[in-house]
């Protein structure tokens, strides 16, 4: 009887794997955009309060949450087959080509982005301020590497 447990959440972990490796790479795509525009948005919401001249700490909270929590999946975003061959995407080959510096460019946002969630936290306006440019800057440097330059 204790096997029928194991059985069952293997069964089902093998099951969720095959669902997943059945998303269409368009559909990958589209849903990593989304979730970029989403980092984006929530980006802009925290530079705009700064630039307001009267800061709302609780808009900025709640964005850098967002950030913070999508930040640590954006690997998990570029599974093989999704580069411009899959659809359009502004995704250079490096991240699949050098992947070990895609990563260590996408931690740095992850830990970047932790920092501004915790300066925000604590309410602490100048500091978030200036970790806004750090999260900015983190950004930047894997658009730089991995991002197709705007036209």
Not at 102 to 122: G, I, M
Request: include cysteine; hydrophobic fraction near 45%.
């Amino acid at each position: 009887m204790r096997l029928l447990p194991l059985v069952a959440t293997t069964l089902m972990l093998a099951l969720g794997s095959a669902a997943i490796a059945q998303v269409p790479p368009a559909k990958v795509i589209e849903t990593r955009q989304a979730n970029y525009k989403q980092m984006g948005k929530a980006f802009k919401a925290i530079r705009d309060q700064y630039s307001s001249g009267s800061p709302d700490i609780a808009v900025i909270q709640k964005n850098a949450a967002i950030i913070a929590s999508l930040a640590p999946q954006i690997t998990s975003w570029f599974p093989a087959g999704t580069g411009a061959s899959a659809g359009k995407t502004e995704a250079l080959p490096a991240i699949w080509e050098k992947p070990a510096d895609f990563k260590a460019a996408a931690n740095r946002l992850v830990t970047e982005s932790a920092k501004l969630k915790t300066l925000a936290d604590a309410g602490d306006l100048a500091a978030t301020g200036a970790q806004v440019k750090a999260v900015g800057a983190s950004c930047g440097g894997c658009h730089d590497s991995f991002k197709k330059k705007d036209d």
